[in-house]
């Protein structure tokens, strides 16, 4: 994929974290997920789409309504690195982090979420 291509994936997967409604997100999350993908940060190890979406969907519950967003893009060889923030729309940031992802068939098949504060 493309650097631009692959923005726009990591667009469409920061998009699952802001989409309250329950069948949008699992659209989006079986547009950008592999089948099987697995999905892993200090909290969770989940593995497919239907525990990938619960894990997302309590976190949305933690964050009551806040914005992700996501900064610079670095990409290689079907791998991905890129920052992310999350706060309330306007306002400093809570907590961010940075996330490495492997891509597959220009989709998402493994990721690694890290939290680095603020």
């Known amino acids: 994929?493309?650097?631009k291509s692959?923005?726009?994936l990591v667009g469409r997967y920061i998009a699952i974290w802001n989409e309250s409604?329950?069948?949008a997100r699992r659209a989006l999350l079986d547009d950008v997920f592999t089948p099987g993908a697995t999905y892993v940060d200090p909290n969770t190890a989940a593995?497919?789409?239907p525990a990938i979406d619960r894990y997302i969907a309590a976190?949305?519950?933690n964050f009551g309504g806040m914005s992700f967003t996501f900064g610079e893009v670095l990409t290689h060889h079907d791998a991905v690195h890129f920052a992310?923030?999350?706060g309330p729309a306007g306002g400093a940031p809570v907590v961010g982090g940075f996330?490495?992802?492997w891509l597959d068939g220009g989709r998402?098949?493994?990721l690694y979420g890290f939290f680095t504060g603020c």
């Open 59 to 61: 976190a949305q519950r």
């Open 47 to 49: 593995e497919g789409a």
């Open 99 to 101: 996330d490495v992802a």
């Open 1 to 3: 994929m493309d650097e």
């Open 84 to 86: 992310w923030q999350v």
């Open 21 to 23: 409604d329950d069948r």
């Open 6 to 8: 692959v923005t726009e």
């Open 108 to 110: 998402i098949a493994r």
